[in-house]
């Protein structure tokens, strides 16, 4: 209970009691003081100001008790709206998202190819007002928007270094040139993080739990929140496990490493091993021209349906991404972990249950407690999703990362 006593007396009161009530709600004051262990005056006032915020509301509902009846609290869905956009190497996701996590409206549209920073700004605020604006949002009532991809990104300055489609991304001070465009606030960051918040917010995860996300895309990444907060590491570019070594002297990378998770059990190699056996493309009927997303998808239904080719790779894949989330949850002692991200879209549960085959009998705290392992409900939005809540995140329980600037 020190954690809350020290959060208490700065700036992340009202990052708990959000939390608090995003997890537990229904929930009543006298409960909050409970779980808290702060003084009724100074949990009616947080809950004073977020209901005059909008943020959360009083349900109507009561709980008898022997003295008065307390009146229960929940987030109000409708306090503000995220919207997140994804980029991909072939697309770019947009959803927007209600307070508690819920996805309002979604648009998928092809990415920019070799495009100048210009054309990208352009084409991303376009995308912004298009879902917006089809779905008659107040624009007060979009707290911001968060843009996300593959790292690595420099959330200080709002850019990413490298980007799907965008020469010349590493100068484009990404996040200014869109609130200039927009009016609204943005953020930048990598799709995993994002990922990670967007499942942990949704899913109405307790800030007690030690919360872990692997994700997949064309690379492998992963995320941990403690204390309802990301762990972002010195430059907000943690959790890049596609990067541990898993075989000595291997293929090398573009980190600089060799042997990396990510150039043995990624979507975008499988696929490269696939087309390599030209029976096996025709066969599974994939194309020259197939991105190689959709080339990995039919490949993934292909060892979901029989193939013995097709499984042998996923369960290859499967294996090695067993062996990286060992490593998250010994380092990091997990009680909970979540596959999402397009790479899990399919062939999802073939993953789920190597995974939790291998942490129940390997992990270093087993005999302590389990490690719940679940497939997101969203994977291949995952990202996008979670871009949203680090806008919804970082503007009703600023305290947790990056806080949204309040419009002028």
Known sequence: MARHESAAAGPGSRALIVDLIRSSGPISRVELVKATRLTQPTISNIVRRLIEDGVVRETGDTIATRGKPRTMLVINSRAAYGVGIHVGADTLTCVVTDTRGGTVGRQLVAAPTGGKPGDVVERLAALYRDVTGGLGLPPRSVAGMAVVGPGPVDVARGRFLTLPGLTGSAELDLAAALTAELGVPVLVDGDAAAATV???????????RTFGCLYMNSGIGSGVVLDGALHRGASSNAGKIGHIAVVRDGAPCACGNRGCLERYAASGVLVGRARADEKMIERLRIRADDPDARAFDVLARAALYGDEQARALVDESAELLAEGAMVLANLWDLDTLVLAGPGFAIAGSIYVTEIRRRLAECAFGRDVHGIQVDLSS??????????????????????HGPQVPARS
């Open 198 to 208: 967007g499942e942990f917010w949704g899913r109405q995860v307790s800030r007690d």
């Open 378 to 399: 969203n994977p291949r939005d995952s990202a996008a999703i979670g871009g949203a809540a680090l806008v919804l995140q970082g503007s009703v329980a600023p305290g």
